[in-house]
């Protein structure tokens, strides 16, 4: 019985190879073991620092801020003794694989987000409130506001982003304050468009065209230390009155129906005075002499733009929860990080120390750092998946003069009004079916 | 020697295996930490088969067999049985963790009383000869709090912390004699120790480490000694600290004074995805515009596609043709491009504005006068678009294929018709064209599965675009089922909705196995006419 007794031998090799393979795992405990307890007694002399490797702290940054950060966290590993991995991550990925990576025990420590995601990541549970404590006297309150959700902040805001109103300098000299003069000056001008803003010509935008309802009075929903769902205020009587005025700013030619590429293309030829978008495009606008000034106000009230926030947050599956708030507001906090984040990748400051900064050096970043300051920022709460749709879409009606009846639901949209009071409709029907 | 009789291939084999095993072995103790009992089973099954078939002479077809078998089952059973079961749970934004996780994420929460929020000063921490931590909080002159830093289990055993002043003298904090001070280096390197200590000032109140400064002192904040929740396994209930009251489960949440704990968890619902998508008048109403597209839209680029690539490959199929490879190696071009590629290009080309195709029919829409067509921003423009780029990413494939078919067709039988009179479309639609379908039409079924799920180019092209003004969900004119799904349950609605997404993919997926079944069976009925010649 020679086969027998091979199947023997190679089933005791294998037994030793899954031996091994077990053993592995409680011989590195027992080498993890001794870490502050055994460490020698008869010295007081630094007893803590000989033993364990030093802890890792897994940073998940999208590629320009990782590239911006990489180079600065050295500074920080000397200090505190421990290992920054900054891991490059794709931006929209890190929304969703925080979800699932950090139950799954292999998710991050600290992430680099959009404070629009914190509703969702604070609803399941994945992301552990930041006390901001005394660094929230150097922060702007849209940023903290981006970060509340039921009465918690998550997460350090380090930029923000609004639109703000580009002009031909050629052609005019700085934004007037109110829609008439602005008009009056694309007359006087001879422009072919006013304002050129995305938002119409077909491509529904609702972020673009948030200032059009939202600075009287309108809101996408009430705040009051954090969102609340259940009151939608695009049919309020502000947004109403609001919408009316845009439709006429459409009439009579000052708000032009383009959507994102026409509205570039328009100011790019010098066929529109003025264009309605944020701080990406300076390179774009660069194709004419231009300047940048705050939208032109609404019945008294400072245009309130969308403003989308940037902040660093602390996955709660991270085991080492101190250790990632220290990196945060002991290292990332601090306007020496902040600046040289800055000068790799530039944003608008969400920090008054960097904003002085900032300011000086660059007087157009600082008007829009402005224009932010002024404006709400995009609600963070889960249920605004139901909003960019239908907002979108009763804008582009408006924008686009599309009124009529749509053959297929029935559904008739005769005036601004009208449309404002369908999309509140669908956003409060998505969100009670959803 | 037994040893020496064993060839090449056995030391291979058994290599293989006991690594194989050693895997299995490592995977048991893995899958017990998560709890995951599908996987413990699945690791289990396979592991026993596999020795039992290898090592065993008496399942020698099943050799070859289980490998194919086995990734069979894990990359393509596992999925759709997974996915049918996510469609029968509540698998959504604010319940994607399991019970015990979301009962463990609560239970870490502590609460601050409202007056002491944001309240910060300065912490130091000690070590004494045994190497127990002692706390310093430096609240402020009166209250200089010093005492040992105890584990959450000892919290309401542990003496009070005591107001020591003389430990700062000038103002500076002077280590006491039998400590030793933690360096905020040597405080990191003991963080996830120091993060679970708390020193405590009083029955309610506890001051616990919160930002250790590698420079400075570093940083403290108070909470309650208790945690916010407790979970009360006896009522299966979580008792909030802060107020005194039972939250009880309802349904896959806990719920506090009526108001919802967030985060909930998954739990099984039955059929209540599928009922949704059914009753609910929101979702029905566009469902059907849809729907009807859909098959529009997946049978109409197969005809285009088919069409196009029929007609190009009986043009190039003439002997004698010159540069015959060349001209199929350009036909086959798109075919080489990702889709994804193509589909974004077209939308640049599409653009109305500063796109090509509207630069180029400048001319002609000024000598008809008429409007610049709005492409992609009109239902019948997008329609089109839609179709035009799908069928011209499609036909390189259906030339391919009838290239060959038509290759492998005799030519004694055209030859035969010519003799007998008939035309050159008479012998096309009553010979070529039959026998090409009894080869093609199973690929004509698959590309219609295929573009029936073609998510790819709607998603990039038209993003399901212009909006259905109207309609009480957010859709567009060129949704198709499965953008549509994307739509309702990860892009819009309240975050994403795994589950009700999972079982609108269940009914595509029906849909589109009745329609092959059907199509199939037609197949096998022209296979019996022309399958004799």
Known sequence: MKTNKLRFIVFLLMFSLVAVACGGDTADDAAEAPDTTEAPKETLAAPATTAPPPEVIVVWAEEKVANALDPLVGAYEAAAGVDVEVVVYDFGAIRTDVQTAGPAGEGPDVFLGAHDWVGELAANGVVSPLDLGSVASDLFDVGVTAFSYGGEVYGFPYATEAIAMYYNADLVDSVPTTWEEAKAACDAAGTELCVGAPGGGGGGDAYHNHPFVASAGG?????????????????????????????????NGTVASTDYGGSMTAFQEGRSLFWMTGPWARGDASAVNYGVGLIPQFDGNAATPFVGVRGAMVSSFSDKQVLAQSFILDFFATVEVQQAMYESDPRLPATKSLFAVVEAADPVAAVFAASAANGIPMPNIPEMGSVWGPFGDALLIIRDQNYGTNEETGVTVSNASDAMKLAAEQIRNAIAGG | MIYLSMTLSKIFKYTLLAIFNALIVYAVPLALTFESWFFLSLILVIGILVNIVYFTDRFQPMKWILPGMIFMLSFVVFPAVYNTYVSFTNWSTGHILTKTQAIGVLEDRVFTPDDQKGLEFEMYILQDIDLNFYYVANLDSENILFGKAVSDNEIFSTSYATHEPSLFIDGEFSTPDGYYQLSGKEQIANSTTLQELSLVIDKNTRAQLYKISVFGASTGRLTSTSQLYTYDEMNDALFNNATNTLCPVVKDNFECEGKEIEPGWRVYVGGENYSKLFSSQRIRGPLGVVTKWTFQFALLSVIFSFA???????????????????????????????????????????????????????????????????????????RSA????????????????????????????IEAAKVDGATGIQSFWRITFPLLMVSISPLLIGSFAFNFNN???????????????????????????????????????????????????????????????????????????????
């Open chain 1, 219 to 251: 809101y996408v929903f009430a705040s009051e230390g954090g969102f609340d769902a259940s009151d939608v205020g695009l049919d309020n009587a502000g947004a109403l009155a609001s919408a009316e005025y845009l439709d006429g700013l459409v009439k």
């Open chain 2, 455 to 533: 998510f790819t180019l709607i998603f990039l092209l038209s993003g399901g675009g212009p909006p259905i003004i109207g309609s009480e969900v957010s859709v567009g004119w060129t949704d198709i089922l499965i953008s549509f799904t994307y739509k309702l349950a990860i892009s819009g609605g309240r975050g994403n909705l795994f589950g009700l997404a999972s079982s609108v993919t269940i009914i595509i997926f029906a849909l589109v196995l009745i329609i092959s079944a059907i199509s199939f069976r037609y197949t096998k009925r022209l296979e019996r006419i022309y399958g004799n010649i």
């Open chain 2, 386 to 413: 839609v179709l035009l780029v799908n069928t011209w990413l499609g036909f390189p494939y259906m030339f391919l294929i009838t290239t060959g078919a038509l290759q492998s067709i005799p030519k004694e039988l």
């Open chain 2, 308 to 382: 196009v690539g029929l007609l190009l490959s009986m043009i190039l199929n003439k002997d004698g043709l010159k540069f015959q490879r060349i001209y199929r190696a350009v036909f086959i071009l798109p075919y080489a491009i990702p889709a994804f590629v193509s589909a974004l290009v077209w939308k640049g080309l599409l653009n109305p504005d500063y796109g090509v195709i509207n630069s180029w029919l400048g001319p002609l829409y000024e000598m008809l006068d008429i409007e610049p067509v709005k492409w992609l921003k009109t239902k019948e423009s997008a």
